[in-house]
């Protein structure tokens, strides 16, 4: 998985949200579809979307997760 759904990227928002209202910090990494994204990876998609929102009105298709090597997925068969 190199890149996120709206869907997915939302989804994904929303975890790393409820988890720092519930705990006063940031998760160390979450996963989405079986991909364990670092802290630093998922904010830098965080900033990038929104950078993407400001500067063109609406969100993006996609979001794209980083290098391959920023993730750690688990292949499901």
Known sequence: ???LTLKQYRQM???VLEF???NG???PYT???GCKISKIVYVDMIETANKFLLEMGRNPEIV???R???MNC???F
């Open 1 to 3: 998985m190199e890149r």
């Open 13 to 15: 928002v929303e975890k």
């Open 20 to 22: 720092k209202r519930l």
């Open 25 to 27: 910090e940031m998760p």
């Open 31 to 33: 996963i989405v579809d």
């Open 64 to 66: 794209e997760i980083g």
């Open 68 to 70: 391959p090597t920023d």
């Open 74 to 76: 688990i292949i499901k």
